[in-house]
C-alpha cells in the first residue's frame, strides 16, 4: 500500500524550503534531501487534503525520466542511498520511495515550460490576443490543437499563494542572461521532444510540460526538481483526444475540473477535496506511471 505524507519530519536536518509539494532539507554544504510530499496544489494554492501515494508515484516518475534524459542535459541526482541521509529512528519505509538526494544548485529563476498543443493558460493567452508569451501563433488554431512546432514559453516562479504569469523570452534573458536563456530553452525543447516521442509510442500525448533548473558552482546548468510528472506536466490519452476539446488527463488537471464547478476564487484556503476526487487523482497519477515507465507501486 502507499505511504501518505503530507508534512515531513526529520529532525536533526536544516529543513531549507517547504514548497507547494517538496520539503528541501539540507546534508551539508553540498547535498539536499528532497521529499515528496502528498500535498497537491492547484492554481497555486495547496489543497487541504493529501493524494495517497502521490509523492511516491511523482518521485518514481520523475527518476525514470531523468534516467531517460542524462544523456541531453545532466540532472541533479547523485544515486545516493536515502537510508544513509535519515535521522536514527525515522521510518525509513515512509521516505525512501518519495525521497531524493541531489547535488545542491543555485535555481534558475524561470519555470520553463514546453508546449505542444494549445491549452490552459496558453489557449486563454491566444484567445484573447493571437500570441502565447509574446510568440505570434498561426489565426484559426483550435483548443488542444498541435502546434506546429513545440514553443518554449517561460513563467515567472511563483512563491506559495501566488500565481505564475507567462513571459516573453526577452524577460528570461534580462533576468538570467542571453547564454544561459538559450541554453534553457534549447533543453527545455529537447527534453520535451523527446518525452513526447517516448509517451506517443505508449498512448499518452504530452500536452506540455514544466521544467526547472539550476547551475552549479561552475555556471554549468542541470534540470532539476522534479520532470515530466503529473503535477508539471499534461497527459492525455491518445485514444480519448479530441481536439476542440479540454480532453481528459493523467494529471491533476483532474482535479482543476473539478474545481472550476466550485464558486471559489482560487485564493487560499482551497476547498476540501470528495472522497471520489482524491481516489480519482490518486489512480490517474497511477496510470501515468504504470503507461509510462511501466512501474506499479505496491
Known amino acids: 500500500m502507499p505511504t501518505v505524507l503530507s508534512h515531513s519530519n526529520l529532525p536533526g536536518l536544516p ?3 517547504r514548497g507547494k509539494v517538496r520539503d528541501v532539507y539540507a ?23 493529501p493524494i495517497p501515494g502521490k509523492g511516491e508515484m511523482l518521485t518514481q516518475i520523475s527518476n525514470f525520466w531523468f534516467g531517460r534524459t542524462a544523456g541531453l542535459m545532466p540532472n541533479h541526482l547523485t544515486g545516493k542511498p536515502i537510508a544513509d541521509a535519515l535521522p536514527a529512528g525515522v521510518d525509513e519505509a515512509l521516505y525512501e520511495r518519495r525521497s ?8 534558475v529563476p524561470v519555470e520553463a515550460i514546453a508546449r505542444g498543443y494549445l491549452i490552459g493558460s496558453g489557449w486563454k493567452d491566444y484567445q ?10 498561426p489565426a484559426g488554431l483550435r483548443q488542444a490543437e498541435k502546434l506546429p512546432e513545440p514553443i518554449f514559453t517561460p513563467s515567472t516562479k511563483a512563491a506559495v499563494g501566488t500565481h505564475d504569469e ?12 542571453a547564454d544561459l536563456a538559450e541554453q534553457v530553452r534549447a533543453a527545455t525543447l529537447a527534453i520535451y521532444r523527446h518525452a513526447a516521442d517516448y509517451a506517443a509510442g505508449r498512448g499518452i500525448l504530452v500536452a506540455d510540460t514544466k521544467l526547472e533548473f539550476g547551475t552549479d558552482a561552475d555556471g554549468r546548468l542541470y534540470v532539476m ?6 503535477d508539471s506536466s499534461r497527459f492525455w490519452p491518445a485514444e480519448d483526444y479530441q481536439v476542440g476539446t479540454s480532453p481528459p488527463s493523467y494529471d491533476k488537471q483532474f482535479v482543476r475540473d473539478y474545481l472550476e464547478t466550485l464558486d471559489w476564487n482560487k485564493q487560499a484556503p482551497g476547498p476540501i477535496l470528495p ?14 506511471l504504470r503507461r509510462l515507465a511501466g512501474i506499479v507501486l505496491d
Open 15 to 17: 529543513l531549507l524550503h
Open 27 to 49: 546534508l551539508g554544504a553540498d547535498e539536499l534531501l528532497i521529499v515528496a510530499s502528498d500535498r497537491l496544489s492547484a492554481f497555486d494554492v495547496v489543497l487541504p487534503d
Open 100 to 107: 531524493v538526494i541531489t547535488k545542491r544548485l543555485k535555481p
Open 128 to 137: 484573447a490576443n493571437g500570441t502565447l508569451c509574446g510568440i505570434r501563433l
Open 166 to 177: 507567462n513571459i516573453s523570452f526577452d524577460a528570461v534573458v534580462e533576468a538570467i542572461g
Open 225 to 230: 526538481d522534479e520532470m515530466l510528472t503529473p
Open 275 to 288: 472522497r471520489a476526487v482524491i481516489d480519482g487523482t490518486a489512480a490517474k497519477y497511477a496510470e501515468a
